[in-house]
């Protein structure tokens, strides 16, 4: 019967399929999240949203890296097993086989290309992220500074990267890493002009940046006004590690910086004045949305 000339090459595939299926199996065999050994919630470092990203971006490669090898060589294996079975040799047949196989080869290398500029942008926001991190670090001291940092703060749409409390201002700052342009003769040009509503790189300019510093400015306002039942001074603060920043065309709303000093420069600005009890209150505030984010960690299916 013709029809098993077209069949019986299936057999050949068993053995791809099964290692796809392991291949498949092992994909979340990694899982780079840590839980508290007292109440089993995540711990959270700097840049954990990027981390848990960057943790996906390598699941996908891994996916991709051993897929591809997998998929490109089905279609010669079932044409092999064709050139056993077939009656008769039918070279455009054959032809098309390898065409597949060619195809899906520069498929699977642009995913690997894909994969492999996506880790390379995450880790370069990591490493921006835990710079900062970092810098806001050394506002923590005992209770005589009663400073407070809080990383990864979940809005109703996003994540705040950092937020600062001081006693005299909350401060949300938000890092965003970009790769400085080279010239002609191979220096860097590191420098950014900052306007009201744009960031003007060398070659480029930027709106986004900005807007979402003050998108989550303003969230964690009214937010903070509501929970302490008056207005509390925020000021956003977006960092851009490694660049030299020119404000002279700045709006005042904003603090654009480059993250070096970072802590001590917040210490020194002064927003407002806030109380012990309004200061409890945001602290308290700010662990719960802390809390609620863990607990969607810990509901939430693994990828």
Request: charged share 20%; aromatic share 8%.
């Amino acid at each position: 019967m013709a029809w098993l000339e077209y069949l019986l090459p299936l057999i050949f595939l068993f053995p791809l399929a099964a290692t796809g299926v392991i291949v498949v199996a092992l994909r979340n065999l990694h899982d780079a999240r840590v839980r508290s050994p007292f109440d089993a919630h995540p711990l959270r470092e700097p840049g954990q949203a990027l981390r848990d990203r960057l943790d996906r971006a390598f699941a996908g490669l891994f996916l991709d890296g051993a897929l591809g090898p997998i998929i490109t060589m089905t279609p010669l294996v079932y044409g092999m097993g064709r050139m056993l079975f077939a009656n008769q040799q039918n070279w455009l047949e054959w032809a098309l086989y390898g065409l597949m196989s060619t195809l899906l080869m520069l498929l699977f290398c642009f995913l690997l290309i894909r994969d492999f500029q996506r880790i390379r942008r995450l880790k370069l926001g990591l490493a921006c992220e835990l710079a900062v991190g970092q810098e806001l670090e050394a506002m923590i001291r005992p209770e005589a500074h009663p400073y407070y940092v809080f990383h990864d703060v979940p809005t109703d749409t996003t994540t705040i990267d950092h937020v600062a409390v001081t006693p005299h201002g909350v401060f949300v700052v938000e890092t965003r890493a970009r790769t400085p342009a080279c010239a002609a003769d191979g220096s860097e040009i590191n420098r950014v002009a900052v306007e009201r509503d744009r960031l003007r790189f060398p070659g480029w300019n930027e709106h986004i940046p900005l807007q979402k510093t003050r998108q989550a400015t303003r969230w964690l306002s009214h937010w903070l006004e509501e929970r302490a039942g008056q207005a509390v001074p925020v000021m956003g603060v977006l960092a851009l590690p490694g660049w030299e920043i020119d404000t002279q065309a700045a709006d005042g709303d904003l603090l654009v910086v480059s993250g070096e000093a970072l802590a001590r420069q917040l210490v020194q600005t002064r927003l407002g004045e806030i109380d012990a009890p309004t200061h409890d209150v945001i602290i308290a505030a700010l662990l719960e949305r802390a809390a609620l984010l863990e607990l969607t960690h810990l509901q939430a299916p693994s990828v």
